[in-house]
């Protein structure tokens, strides 16, 4: 069963094949790190992890390389604003470079939460200030930059190709932006380095060929991509919002210095939503897997829900729809607990047929929800209960839900933390988050810890 995949680039299924074995090249942009990653950030690295995780169950081994952009990401993808990072540094009195360790480590937490294996390679944007720099030389020796009082900009008109992948209007676009185009000479043309103000001290700041400032933000991406995985490799992915601006301009700038077109696969993940609406840091209307985690929900629920949707449809989030997808994982796991662990009496074989059918459904393009409604199938089915144990644990490497690990936790309660288990309850269902919040603590002053589950609360002593 041939693994296709949907390529943007292209805008069709395409069957997957490798560039050059050994390995499978995977580039996934990272989080700027300037605040907390939020649950729609995370349903795209869920949907790369699927990626990865199928490739990997296709037998393909794979070299995943993910940057983290700690400097040059404006407040506007156009070009102005303040930097993200200089911004948060004054938000929260770290400096710019304790903001990015921070929020950095936060995120490898909410990974390892999701049970989303880390890259092969992490890359910082920082640390390749040099490539960058040389990169942009490459990128001017071939005729590509031009020089404004602000920075040294791509002109886009060179590239007779620019825009393809996101099918942009050039024309439309050039008509509508007159006005707040200063010195560029087209709408789409972007930085590739900017100068720092005069009179500004930025924490984050080189010199370079052209004069003191920093890289564009779109730079780092051809570059480590480039240093790591090599100009032209076999997957780059990201959200739907990189399609017209980002990774437009990553293939713009590998065009222009080394004259291929970066990756053989453009994917691109679709974006939960939060009221209907798109969830964005910059809105304020974000949730983070920690307000998840607040609220009793185990994080791999959070998972369990992504699996819901296919990665190129909007998802919306809602309470309901994730508690629907805990009592989904909860059913799974009590199921396979069930089913007996290994050392208990002969394992079971894999059974073959809903095998070739679940490879089936995950290389069509990553169909997830069409994968899930055949493990309920198995849940339901006659087969032998070691058998279905088997075949789910083996589904599980695509998963990514940590079914073999889990185990129920009974234990006997004194009545008083009982008594504080049960008004935590009546709270969470008069929606008394904060008392509940309180009830909680209370509980964990004398020693037990509650894990929240479909079937009401577990509680257990603290370890
Ligand atoms: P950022 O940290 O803003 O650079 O974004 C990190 C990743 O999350 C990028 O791949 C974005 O395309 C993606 N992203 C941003 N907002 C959403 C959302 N609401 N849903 C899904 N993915 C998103
Ligand atoms: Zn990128």
Redesign the pocket.
Known sequence: MALRLFDTYTRSLREFKPLQLPEVRLY??????YDY??I??????IFEDILRRVLEFNNYPVRHVMNI?DVG?LTSDADTGEDKMEKGSRRTGMTAWQLAEFYAQAFKQDLQRLNIQEPTLWCKATDHIAEQIAFIQCIEANGYTYRTFDGIYFDTSRLPNYGYMARLNIEGLQAGARVEMGEKRNSTDFALWKFSSPGERRQMEWSSPWGVGFPGWHIECSTMSAEYLGTFFDIH??????IAV?HTNEIAQTEACHGTRLANFWM??????LDEQ????STGG?LRLQTLLDRGYDPLAYRMFALSAHYRAKLNFTWESLDGAATALNRLRTAIYEWGSPGDGPAGQVDTGYAQRFLEQVNDDLNMPRAMALVWDLVKSDLAPAVKRATVLYFDRVLGLSLAEWKPVAEALPPEVLALVSQRQQARKEKRYKDADALRMQVSAAGFEIEDTPQGPRVHQRK
């Open positions: 996934t942009c990272g989080p700027t790190v990653a939020h729609g950030n995370l349903r795209t690295y952009t990401h992915c990201g959200g739907e919002d990189h980002h691109h993940g679709y974006f939960l939503q798109k969830m964005a840091k974000f």
